[in-house]
């Protein structure tokens, strides 16, 4: 029965109430939770091989009805296969919300994507809009947009937006205190912690405050950058620097390891505890995501006087010690 409620809740065919009771079930069972991403990742192929229709309840029962017979080690192998040549996997949790507005305006049911550490996500909104999305991201959107304004809300996070064009109803993202205006644009949103990083690569934005006021234009190869709440600085930059990551591409130029350890935590879902000694050491490249843990611990390994040691607790939860080859071998 629930795998059923399942089926219909990817196809989106239940209505508010039900999709809350599902995705609560989902929410508190480890077996429906893998049971909903094997689906997801299965609705994510379909519609990577017909782009241009939605994918039905009926399609997705037929993957269940395989399932069911024993059959989805096949189905998945194949998958995989096909998947591995493709930028992203849908994995994340969609949770579904009614909000209600007073006067004129309509009902709007919400959808809160939350994408976890280790994955990335793509979805395109109900105007064409298409939004990739990193790990550890949050976004707040409306099923169907108002008539008088398209607005999503980037609660956490990185999004890369590419945005469908409608002059009389320009295209806003909510970040904090902040808010971005477009037209149609491409730029990218970073939004972890408390600082704030907007990268235009296509068209015009403005950024304001809380009040409306804007703060700043940006055309394209600018970068609008806040750290905390107070002050902002633009600069010009390579934007691919800051938008590889849709292509599963973490690029670093003379960063320092203390500044990647929050990246790297959220590229490959482990802790990680830095060696003082260490934290201000400096490195460029790219991390491809495809790459292991284990294998950028090498790479790191080789190219550093670093050591590192890595802990699994019984939750199968990694941690990963970094330090610096002396400490290591004094230790030992």
Not at 20 to 36: F, V
Not at 67 to 85: E, N, P, V
Not at 129 to 142: D, E
Request: proline content about 2%; some cysteine.
């Amino acid at each position: 029965m629930e795998q059923e409620k399942i089926v219909k809740l990817i196809a989106n065919e239940l209505d508010p109430n039900e999709r809350e009771e599902i995705l609560n079930e989902i929410y508190n069972s480890k077996e429906l939770r893998e049971t909903y991403y094997e689906l997801l990742n299965l609705h994510a192929l379909l519609g990577s091989t017909k782009p241009h229709k939605r994918v039905s309840e009926y399609e997705l029962r037929n993957y269940l009805e395989e399932i069911s017979r024993r059959k989805f080690k096949r189905i998945l192998h194949h998958t995989r296969l096909i998947l591995k040549y493709a930028a992203f996997l849908a994995i994340a949790f969609i949770l579904g919300r009614t909000i209600d507005f007073t006067g004129d305006k309509k009902q709007l049911v919400f959808n809160e994507v939350i994408v976890p550490k280790g994955q990335m996500s793509i979805l395109t909104l109900h105007d064409g809009t298409v939004v990739y999305l990193n790990s550890s991201t949050r976004l707040r959107y409306p099923v169907n947009f108002s008539k008088e304004e398209r607005k999503v809300y980037l609660l956490e996070g990185e999004a890369y937006l590419k945005v469908a064009h409608n002059k009389q109803k320009p295209f806003m993202v909510v970040v904090r205190e902040h808010e971005i205006k477009v037209l149609g644009t491409t730029f990218n949103v970073c939004a972890y912690d408390s600082s704030l990083q907007v990268t235009l690569v296509e068209g015009k934005i403005a950024l304001c405050d809380s009040s409306g006021s804007v703060l700043a234009k940006l055309t394209p190869g600018l970068q609008f950058t806040q750290r905390g709440k107070t002050g902002y600085y633009i600069s010009r930059v390579d934007t691919t620097e800051y938008i590889s990551w849709r292509e599963g591409m973490y690029r670093f130029h003379k960063d320092t390891l203390s500044h990647m350890v929050a990246k790297i935590e959220r590229i490959y879902d482990v802790k990680i505890e830095l060696d003082e000694q260490i934290k201000n050491y400096r490195f460029s490249g790219t991390i491809l995501k495809s790459m292991s843990v284990e294998q950028f611990l090498k790479i790191l390994k080789l190219t550093a006087n670093i050591d590192y040691a890595i802990k699994v607790d019984n939750k199968g939860n990694k941690t990963i010690y970094l330090k610096s080859r002396k400490e290591m071998k004094t230790k030992t």
